[in-house]
T-cell receptor
Framework: KAGVTQTPRYLIKTRGQQVTLSCSPI?????VSWYQQTPGQGLQFLFE???????NKGNFPGRFSGRQFSNSRSEMNVSTLELGDSALYLC???????????????FGPGTRLTVT | AQSVTQPDIHITVSEGASLELRCNYS??????LFWYVQSPGQGLQLLLK??????LVQGIKGFEAEFKRSQSSFNLRKPSVHWSDAAEYFC??????????FGDGTTLTVKP
């Protein structure tokens, strides 16, 4: 079974621009979560989508948004990019059925975003 | 507040030596606990997980972890480290499906 895929793998943007990152979960997984990883702040939870609805949200400004499609693929958008948005953005999927499998997350390779 | 603490930022061990990475959590009950490994420029790979039951859990790549409720700990161990184990290791807990809380990570260096 294919793992979580993220595109693009690397991205360079300029301050003020916006960016869209994409994540395809493992087949059959219905939950997709996004995390930001930086050397200073570590791994921080952005938001989680399940069945096209945002189910959980972290403490990030409204410039960070996401959505999920009917095939469970998810996109994350960052508007008005700032230098501090430079990070590795990781997507994780989980089965999200009842029971413990809903808590088990599988991560993609990440998108390295550099804002100049 | 709910949190995960990994007290060791960096650990160096010799190849073939044993390894223990520490993890403590702060939560009102027993959360679901995980260890992940991340190689440079890569995503996180799940090593092992603890939900309930036997407090010693086995994972991939020869790793194991022991849950100790009295100490709120979930330490990762490996009897004999290989050079390929050099990476960053993250402890995490999950109490809300889809939202994990991570420690700051421990970087493991393996000396030849």
């Amino acid at each position: 079974k294919a793992g979580v895929t993220q595109t693009p793998r690397y991205l360079i943007k300029t301050r003020g621009q916006q960016v869209t990152l994409s994540c395809s979960p493992i087949s059959g997984h219905r939950s997709v979560s996004w995390y930001q990883q930086t050397p200073g702040q570590g791994l921080q939870f952005l938001f989680e989508y399940f069945s096209e609805t945002q189910r959980n949200k972290g403490n990030f400004p409204g410039r960070f948004s996401g959505r999920q499609f009917s095939n469970s693929r998810s996109e994350m958008n960052v508007s008005t990019l700032e230098l501090g948005d430079s990070a590795l953005y990781l997507c994780a999927s989980s089965l999200a059925s009842s029971g413990t499998s809903s808590y088990e997350q599988y991560f993609g390779p990440g998108t390295r975003l550099t804002v100049t | 507040a709910q949190s995960v603490t990994q007290p060791d930022i960096h650990i160096t061990v010799s190849e073939g030596a044993s390894l223990e990475l520490r993890c403590n959590y702060s939560y009102g009950a027993t959360p679901y606990l995980f260890w992940y490994v991340q190689s440079p420029g890569q995503g996180l790979q799940l090593l092992l997980k603890y939900f309930s039951g036997d407090t010693l859990v086995q994972g991939i790549k020869g790793f194991e972890a022991e849950f100790k409720r009295s100490q709120s700990s979930f330490n990762l161990r490996k009897p004999s480290v290989h050079w390929s184990d050099a990476a960053e290791y993250f402890c995490a807990f999950n109490t809300n499906a889809g939202k994990s809380t991570f420690g700051d990570g421990t970087t493991l260096t393996v000396k030849p």
